[in-house]
Nanobody, 126 residues
């Protein structure tokens, strides 16, 4: 069974931190780029961060640069998103996704991803 399962979401105060995890099972992981996207109510799903298959390259949306860090552990088939200095506008459902092509570069577009998790809710509020 192909699964990407996110965890770590929740309610946090502005300025706080959360660490999201995404565990993959039933599908190849280590040779594929991974991405984190988010979708707020009434808005389109947007790219947040991406990481190359070997972790050597990372990419971030301008809105999260300097605050979020993406990483991966291929031995555990898991990708992480460390989120610091959270703002109310960071509140959304966060999704992880696995790249469509083996060895391909990180894509900022949803079309570049073949598998998606079910999402985890992040709420930033005092």
């Amino acid at each position: 069974q192909v699964q990407l399962v996110e965890s770590g979401g929740g309610l946090v105060q502005p300025g706080g931190s959360l660490r999201l995890s995404c565990a993959a099972s039933g599908l190849p992981f280590s040779e594929y780029a991974m991405g984190w996207f988010r979708q707020a109510p009434g808005k389109e799903r947007e790219f947040v961060a991406g990481i190359s298959w070997n972790g050597g390259s990372t990419y971030y949306a301008d809105s999260v640069k300097g605050r979020f860090t993406i990483s991966r552990d291929n031995a555990k088939s898991t990708v992480y998103l460390q989120m610091n200095s959270l703002k109310p506008e960071d509140g959304a459902i966060y999704y992880c996704a696995r790249g469509r092509q083996r060895g391909a570069r990180v894509s900022p577009d949803t079309a570049g991803y073949a598998y998606w998790g079910q999402g985890t809710q992040v709420t930033v509020s005092s």
